[in-house]
């Protein structure tokens, strides 16, 4: 099945500055992956997520770039803020209603 | 205002006691699961329902059970709770389709077995 790793576990910014995630994933066949934040006492929440027929994709100051050659993608946040802060989940599926598989989560902390 | 709710937010119980965690989602959706989120461990799912009366086993489906009567409703069962399933539970819902769809999670229900 698909196996989902994310880099790095926790990630400490100036507030203002950029912060950028990467996962890798196993499967050739993923075709779908979506980016959820997770606010302290929240359930995970979707913010941005890419298809495999698209390399970029953009919504305010997050974006998510993807590489199926390398078999990796990674979510970019540009100009950080405090209310950034929070876990950041990606996660990889074969799209339809085939099972979304979730890296372990990463730890955004900005620091005003 | 759509949304899945999740009862108790938390609980507390002792080993072998049996307990019921509720999930209803207000969207008409086909697809729900049951995560269980622990730290370092991220978010594993237990068990997921296709539609009403179909439902299959995650990658942790050990000490659950899960049921399907009804289309808003999915509740997860702990038939005898030991201390390894203390954790942080999420429901989640999404649609069915050709293409993936949102999952929409859950508060949360915070689970310590002792």
């Known amino acids: 099945g698909e196996n989902v790793e994310q880099h790095p576990s926790t990630l400490s910014v100036q507030e203002g500055d950029s912060a950028v995630i990467k996962c890798t994933y196993s499967d050739s066949a993923s075709n779908y992956f979506p980016w959820y934040k997770q606010e302290l006492g929240k359930g995970p929440q979707l913010i941005i997520d890419?298809?495999?027929?698209?390399g970029e994709k953009k919504d305010q100051r997050i974006a998510v770039t993807l590489n199926k050659t390398a078999k990796h993608f990674s979510l970019h946040i540009t100009e950080t803020q405090p209310e950034d802060s929070a876990v950041y989940f990606c996660?990889?599926?074969?799209?339809?209603?085939?099972?979304?598989?979730f890296g372990k989560g990463n730890q955004v902390v900005v620091i005003p | 205002e759509a949304q899945v709710t999740q009862n108790p937010r938390y609980l507390i119980t002792v080993t072998g006691k049996k307990l019921t965690v509720t999930c209803s989602q207000n969207m008409n959706h086909e697809y729900m699961s049951w995560y269980r989120q622990d730290p370092g461990l991220g978010l594993r799912q237990i068990y997921y329902s296709m539609n009403v009366e179909v439902t299959d086993k995650g990658d942790v489906p050990e000490g659950y059970k899960v049921s399907r009567k009804e289309k808003r409703n999915f509740p997860l069962i702990l038939e005898s709770p030991s201390p390894n399933q203390t954790s942080l539970y999420f429901c989640?819902?999404?649609?069915?389709?050709?293409?993936?769809?949102?999952?929409?999670f859950g508060p949360g229900t915070r689970l310590t077995v002792t």
């Open positions: 890419i298809r495999s027929n698209v």
């Open positions: 989640a819902s999404h649609k069915a389709g050709d293409v993936s769809y949102e999952q929409y």
């Open positions: 996660a990889a599926s074969r799209g339809g209603n085939n099972r979304l598989a």
